[in-house]
């Protein structure tokens, strides 16, 4: 196997704490900056990205496609892309400053994250919704013919469960062992239409999975970041087991700005130039803004 | 006009599993997938030796197309079985992101396309494919004529880069292609020169083209008998150099008229060389129940109506030189 360039040392609480006040400021200073976007669900998820690439994964910024010999993250639910884009930059993919392109004319950051315009750290198109979880059981699948003893990861939303393909990909992850996969659910309750509750209540959603033979953790507060890592540790040593893994992760849209948090209002809306101040105000700048 | 034997008659999706089966022995990284079909794609001789690169996906083609997508990034080449209907329009929203907007190379293999998988009716009788596939930027589109061509093709996309959609048949049909034919994608293949009109013919409908041209010989007409084997990308060189010699062509496939290969032909005339064109194809309506021949017979796709269409053409030629 080729050797891997590991982007950083694992990164202690603190250090992983300050890199998620950045990459908040860059999710509504990205959103701000075009006058659209959905800062919601990536403020939610900002944790989850900031521990899988600065303290989880074994990844490569010197991108390669085949990512041969490196654990892989594909995201589902495409439109919380700012968050990706801002880890990926962090984390040295691409230069930090390009975040400002974000959705603009010529930019490699599309509103959706895209293979198409050679963006380093993306492998597939997302946002028409229920399609990551398929390609994320086919990277691994691949990875077990070459023998490559990795993981993938991949995250999904909950208002994306409503998608019938999620259910094709979780019945057929279970019945081929794809076991070094760990899929997650951005469980915060809230689509566009509202909670998901009433647009389409997913029910029991962890007895759903576990029902389609997948070893299922429940993650209480995905915003907690030493609760995310514990949590994310757990699911590693459930792998290689014979099942795939799936993480409820529960956390709060638009987590880390008071007034967008716990509402799906902020799912697709961009803060005016007050509101970006006080969305700013709450978060202390610790590696720069772009 | 020149002679063809038939050499055989076989259905071209066995063509397709004996491809396949040869295009795993030559490549390690060739793997299948399938939907609950593997008995009508004919995979069983690649799933007897290379089990472990067969994936049963069940009736879910949706995640079969993801899953494809996935195997490729680590340089998997998986090549998708199912019926042309559920391989396109079922599907169409996974090929188009999954796959084509994110370059994954992913031969989609498509059994069972046109009227001739007959007795099901028109919910499996898929007449739109090619124009689905056509319209995806990137997408690589075949449509060969016979077992030989279906081979050869399968093996010929496991070799080329990018997504592929490849389109193959239920009948038995005439075996005409030598073995020896090489296919090079996006290539015509010439069949038989001639000068009063260009016959451009894909799949079943080669046969019955060259039926046409014995037709049409006998009443003193010379026809250009061309396989455009590969929709897209479509050799407009071929399509243009035939024309200017014949002045007026005829489009034949077991296709919608809308969005297939007369319309791809029609494009390159009217930007290029505008002349008379005729199209055999289906006439914007759905199919039915019946055997393959009865239908074919039904909607206008025979040798018969080709010779029509070519005397059509010629006619309206004549009209334009007067």
Same mark, same amino acid.
């Given at each position: 196997?080729?050797?891997?360039?590991?982007?950083?040392?694992?990164?202690?609480?603190?250090?992983?704490?300050?890199? $998620? $006040?950045?990459?908040?400021?860059?999710?509504?200073?990205?959103?701000?900056?075009?006058?659209?976007?959905?800062?919601?669900?990536?403020?939610?998820?900002?944790?989850?990205?900031?521990?899988?690439?600065?303290?989880?994964?074994?990844?490569?910024?010197?991108?390669?496609? !085949?990512?041969?010999?490196?654990?892989?993250?594909?995201? $589902?639910?495409?439109?919380?892309?700012?968050?990706?884009? $801002?880890?990926?930059?962090?984390?040295?993919?691409?230069?930090?400053?390009?975040?400002?392109?974000?959705?603009?004319?010529?930019?490699?950051?599309?509103?959706? @994250?895209?293979?198409?315009?050679?963006?380093?750290? &993306?492998?597939?198109?997302?946002?028409?919704?229920?399609?990551?979880?398929?390609?994320?059981?086919?990277?691994?699948?691949?990875?077990?013919?070459?023998?490559?003893?990795?993981?993938?990861?991949?995250?999904?939303?909950?208002?994306?469960?409503?998608?019938?393909? &999620?259910?094709?990909?979780?019945?057929?992850?279970?019945?081929?062992?794809?076991?070094?996969?760990?899929?997650?659910?951005?469980?915060?309750?809230?689509?566009?239409?509202?909670?998901?509750?009433?647009?389409?209540?997913?029910?029991?959603?962890?007895?759903?999975?576990?029902?389609?033979?997948?070893?299922? &953790?429940?993650?209480?507060?995905?915003?907690?970041?030493?609760?995310?890592?514990?949590?994310?540790?757990?699911?590693?040593?459930?792998?290689?087991?014979?099942? @795939?893994?799936?993480?409820?992760?529960?956390?709060?849209?638009?987590?880390?700005? !008071?007034?967008?948090?716990?509402?799906?209002?902020?799912?697709?809306?961009?803060?005016?130039?007050?509101?970006?101040?006080?969305?700013?105000?709450?978060?202390?700048?610790?590696?720069?803004?772009? | /006009?020149?002679?063809?034997?038939?050499?055989?008659?076989?259905?071209?999706?066995?063509?397709?599993?004996?491809?396949?089966?040869?295009?795993?022995?030559?490549?390690?990284?060739?793997?299948?997938?399938?939907?609950?079909?593997?008995?009508?794609?004919?995979?069983?001789?690649?799933? =007897?030796?290379?089990?472990?690169?067969?994936?049963?996906?069940?009736?879910?083609?949706?995640?079969? /197309? %993801?899953?494809?997508?996935?195997?490729?990034?680590?340089?998997?080449?998986?090549?998708?079985?199912?019926?042309?209907?559920?391989?396109?329009?079922?599907?169409?929203?996974?090929?188009?992101?999954?796959?084509?907007?994110?370059?994954?190379?992913? =031969?989609?293999?498509?059994?069972?396309?046109?009227?001739?998988?007959?007795?099901?009716?028109?919910?499996?009788?898929?007449?739109?494919?090619?124009?689905?596939?056509?319209?995806?930027?990137?997408?690589?589109?075949?449509?060969?004529?016979?077992?030989?061509?279906?081979?050869?093709?399968?093996?010929?996309?496991?070799?080329?880069?990018?997504?592929?959609?490849?389109?193959?048949?239920?009948?038995?049909?005439?075996?005409?292609?030598?073995?020896?034919?090489?296919?090079?994608?996006?290539?015509?293949?010439?069949?038989?020169?001639?000068?009063?009109?260009?016959?451009?013919?894909? %799949?079943?409908?080669?046969? =019955?083209?060259?039926?046409?041209?014995?037709?049409? +010989?006998?009443?003193?007409?010379? +026809?250009?008998?061309?396989?455009?084997?590969?929709?897209?990308?479509?050799? =407009?060189?071929?399509?243009?150099?035939?024309?200017?010699?014949?002045?007026?062509?005829?489009?034949?496939?077991?296709?919608?008229?809308?969005?297939?290969?007369?319309? +791809?032909?029609?494009?390159?005339?009217?930007?290029?060389?505008?002349?008379?064109?005729?199209?055999?194809?289906?006439?914007?309506?759905?199919?039915?129940?019946?055997?393959?021949?009865?239908?074919?017979?039904?909607? %206008?796709?025979?040798?018969?109506?080709?010779?029509? +269409?070519?005397?059509?053409?010629?006619?309206?030629?004549?009209?334009?030189?007067?």
């Amino acid at each position: 196997m080729e050797s891997v360039i590991q982007d950083s040392t694992p990164k202690t609480l603190e250090e992983l704490k300050d890199i $998620s $006040s950045q990459v908040r400021r860059d999710i509504v200073r990205m959103v701000h900056g075009v006058g659209n976007g959905h800062p919601g669900g990536a403020l939610g998820c900002t944790e989850y990205f900031v521990a899988l690439y600065f303290h989880l994964m074994k990844h490569n910024p010197d991108f390669k496609m !085949d990512g041969i010999g490196e654990d892989l993250c594909f995201l $589902s639910n495409g439109h919380i892309s700012a968050v990706w884009y $801002s880890v990926l930059a962090r984390s040295g993919y691409f230069p930090v400053a390009e975040l400002s392109t974000h959705r603009k004319i010529n930019s490699r950051l599309q509103g959706h @994250p895209t293979t198409h315009e050679g963006l380093p750290g &993306i492998r597939m198109a997302s946002g028409s919704l229920g399609q990551g979880l398929s390609v994320a059981v086919g990277a691994a699948q691949a990875k077990k013919l070459n023998g490559d003893n990795h993981l993938v990861y991949v995250l999904m939303g909950d208002g994306e469960q409503d998608e019938g393909q &999620i259910w094709e990909a979780a019945m057929y992850a279970a019945h081929h062992k794809v076991d070094n996969l760990i899929a997650t659910v951005d469980w915060n309750g809230q689509q566009i239409d509202g909670p998901t509750v009433k647009v389409m209540d997913l029910k029991d959603l962890p007895a759903k999975y576990r029902a389609f033979g997948w070893e299922v &953790i429940i993650l209480e507060n995905g915003n907690d970041m030493a609760e995310l890592i514990k949590t994310y540790e757990h699911a590693k040593t459930l792998t290689g087991k014979g099942s @795939p893994v799936a993480i409820m992760m529960k956390t709060g849209m638009g987590y880390g700005v !008071d007034f967008m948090m716990g509402s799906h209002k902020w799912h697709g809306v961009a803060p005016n130039d007050d509101q970006l101040a006080q969305a700013l105000a709450q978060l202390p700048e610790t590696l720069g803004d772009f | /006009m020149k002679q063809f034997t038939i050499l055989d008659k076989k259905d071209t999706r066995s063509g397709f599993g004996v491809g396949l089966l040869e295009a795993g022995r030559k490549n390690p990284n060739v793997v299948a997938l399938c939907a609950d079909l593997v008995g009508s794609l004919k995979m069983d001789a690649f799933i =007897k030796e290379f089990p472990e690169r067969f994936f049963q996906v069940g009736i879910a083609e949706a995640n079969m /197309m %993801g899953v494809a997508a996935g195997l490729t990034i680590g340089g998997k080449i998986p090549f998708t079985g199912t019926f042309a209907n559920f391989s396109t329009g079922r599907v169409y929203d996974q090929i188009r992101q999954s796959i084509a907007y994110s370059d994954k190379n992913v =031969k989609i293999c498509a059994s069972h396309a046109g009227l001739t998988l007959g007795e099901d009716g028109a919910t499996h009788q898929i007449l739109e494919d090619l124009g689905m596939m056509r319209m995806l930027p990137g997408m690589t589109v075949i449509n060969p004529c016979d077992f030989n061509q279906t081979k050869a093709a399968t093996m010929a996309i496991a070799e080329h880069h990018g997504p592929v959609y490849l389109r193959f048949g239920r009948p038995v049909v005439p075996v005409f292609i030598s073995e020896d034919t090489p296919f090079i994608i996006g290539k015509a293949l010439m069949l038989n020169e001639g000068a009063d009109v260009s016959i451009f013919a894909t %799949g079943h409908m080669v046969w =019955k083209a060259i039926e046409a041209g014995h037709i049409l +010989a006998e009443r003193g007409i010379d +026809a250009e008998i061309i396989n455009i084997h590969t929709i897209k990308p479509l050799d =407009k060189e071929a399509i243009l150099e035939s024309v200017k010699k014949t002045g007026c062509a005829v489009s034949a496939e077991e296709h919608q008229l809308n969005g297939g290969l007369g319309d +791809a032909i029609a494009h390159v005339l009217t930007s290029n060389y505008p002349s008379p064109l005729e199209m055999v194809a289906v006439q914007d309506t759905f199919g039915e129940s019946g055997t393959p021949d009865e239908l074919m017979v039904k909607y %206008g796709l025979t040798s018969t109506a080709i010779v029509d +269409a070519a005397e059509r053409a010629i006619k309206r030629k004549k009209e334009v030189l007067a």
